[in-house]
């Protein structure tokens, strides 16, 4: 199956004729290709989004939302199909898919299509002035999409930025492009005119350099590791660029000795393990109150062995394959690393080999690490699957500073009865999301993004659809 680039509303293999192979993580075996694209790619997609700028600009809000639920509307039909493409292409388990990604896709599109409408700027009343502040879009901008949650995000980037009347050249992850294709299919069939979403296939030092380098592009929005992120920087610095960057995390999960013990130990594996822990907000660290922390461990591990890894499109399985061949060893590799620092692995540790259909796929057993300090590479780098350490801690002050003490500051999870306690934590953590005695519990209203190593700027709400647009003050003299 060939998996083609979406450029001014028709689909075209690379201008190249070159194909990257696409990998099943699950087998390890090639089924599909997607276009090598490269920087005469991007030009195209950048001209047919320059073209269609104005007439999508100036289209009203509610036609261009009307449009964008269509194609939620679209997602929720093909819901199924999607949820089955996407854990192929990712390795996550189906059901996963089917629950978290495929209905997340279609609520990114819903929710921007209608937020959008509602937008507004504001003016500044003095005794001898109004100031009015207009808002219009920036034209046309690049989203750089990642592979673990790949429609997800996808659409959480585009949509905004399609909802307030920019036109876009986006990319996904080279490892897992295909529900970005099927998706460009369904804007054709909802009548997404041509140009205003343009979907540019390859690898992330081709297609995505030349898309943030082009002049043209006033701002990339994109989520991926750090380094990338630092790269993408260095590039857009110059040229003045407004950049949204959605970064790599370490995220802390603090348990106090006070919290529901169940539901604590519960949702900690849920946080550590979910999509193989290639979600940026698992929380890899756990720090557990030392009166509890035995106990804890015990019922932390006894939970984690239960969880069921094998194919990803069987229904039970909980833990699928890791994305692709490198990411397996590096996970591996971080795993050595752990023991080499003196940490004691207590569950799993290790590859495993899935009988039959399975054979060749990434599969690597839930990780449970002890007796490290924060300060060891295994605990300050991120590694970005199922693996956690966890540590004891003996006070309030301590969690902070063990929680604080990464160059990352995305998201931290606490669990604690006690409310001051709770809110005291929270207030002293530098990230920039807390979840308090839950996980990934999201509102799409509010503020998504991280502080330090982890990125700059916010999305969701009204961030999101702010930074798509370029503020303009006019002042009336009265
Ligand atoms: P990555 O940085 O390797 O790639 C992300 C995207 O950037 C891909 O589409 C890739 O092709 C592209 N890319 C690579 N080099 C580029 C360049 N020079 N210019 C422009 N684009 C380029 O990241 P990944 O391995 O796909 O994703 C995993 C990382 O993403 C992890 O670090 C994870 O924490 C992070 N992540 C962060 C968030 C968040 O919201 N903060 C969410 C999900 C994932």
């Excluded at 192929?88 to 978290?100: E, I, M, N, Y």
């Excluded at 594996?269 to 509890?292: H, T």
């Excluded at 604080?404 to 002293?428: D, F, I, P, Q, S």
């Excluded at 920039?432 to 519990?441: P, R, T």
Aim: net charge neutral; hydrophobic share 40%.
């Amino acid at each position: 199956m060939q998996i083609l680039n979406y450029i001014n509303g028709t689909l075209q293999p690379a201008k190249n004729q070159q194909w990257l192979a696409n990998i099943e993580p699950a087998t390890g075996q090639v089924y599909s290709e997607l276009p090598d694209s490269d920087a005469s790619d991007v030009n195209d997609a950048i001209t047919a989004a320059e073209n269609a700028f104005d007439s999508w600009a100036k289209l009203p809000s509610e036609k261009r939302s009307a449009i964008l639920l269509r194609i939620a509307d679209l997602i929720d039909r093909d819901a199924e199909f999607l949820a089955q493409a996407e854990s192929k292409d990712q390795g996550k388990p189906v059901k996963l898919a089917a629950s978290v990604d495929i209905p997340r896709a279609s609520a990114n599109m819903r929710f921007f299509a209608t937020a959008a409408m509602h937008f507004a700027s504001e003016s500044h009343h003095s005794a001898d002035a109004i100031n009015y502040t207009t808002r219009t879009p920036l034209g046309v901008v690049a989203c750089i999409s990642p592979w673990n949650l790949p429609l997800y995000l996808f659409t959480w980037k585009i949509a905004p930025a399609l909802a307030i009347g920019c036109t876009v050249v986006a990319k996904p992850s080279e490892l897992t492009p295909m529900t970005a294709f099927l998706f460009s299919k369904l804007c054709m069939e909802a009548g997404l005119p041509a140009g205003v979403l343009n979907i540019v296939h390859g690898l992330g030092q081709k297609v995505g350099q030349a898309m943030v380098e082009h002049p043209a592009i006033p701002a990339v929005s994109f989520t991926g590791g750090t380094a990338t992120g630092k790269q993408i920087a260095a590039t857009a610095a110059p040229m003045f660029k407004k950049l949204s960057l959605e970064l790599g995390g370490k995220n802390p999960n603090i348990v106090f000795a006070d919290c529901d013990f169940d539901q604590a130990v519960s949702t900690s594996v849920l946080s550590s393990f979910s999509n193989q822990g290639e979600i940026c907000l698992c929380g890899s660290r756990i720090f557990v109150e030392r009166k509890i922390y035995d106990r804890f461990v015990a019922a932390f591990v006894e939970k984690t062995k239960s969880l069921p890894v094998g194919d990803p499109q069987d229904e039970k399985t909980k833990v699928g394959a890791i994305n692709s061949a490198g990411h397996f060893q590096k996970i591996l590799n971080y795993i050595e690393l752990a023991k080499k620092e003196g940490g004691e692995i207590v569950c799993g540790g290790r590859a495993i080999k899935i009988l039959g259909r399975c054979e060749g796929g990434y599969f690597i057993e839930p990780t449970v690490i002890l007796g490290l300090p924060n300060t060891c590479r295994t605990n300050q780098e991120e590694i970005f699957g199922p693996v956690v350490s966890i540590m004891p801690f003996d006070t309030e002050e301590e969690a902070i500073s063990l929680a604080n003490g990464t160059l990352y500051g995305l998201a931290a999870t606490l669990w604690t009865e006690n409310l001051k306690k709770a809110h005291r934590v929270a207030g002293n953590l530098k990230t920039g999301i807390v979840w308090i005695n839950c996980w990934l519990l999201r509102d799409l209203r509010t503020p998504f993004g991280g502080t330090k190593q982890s990125g700059v700027g916010r999305e969701g709400g009204w961030e999101a659809l702010r930074f798509f647009t370029e503020p303009k003050n006019i002042c009336v003299k009265l």
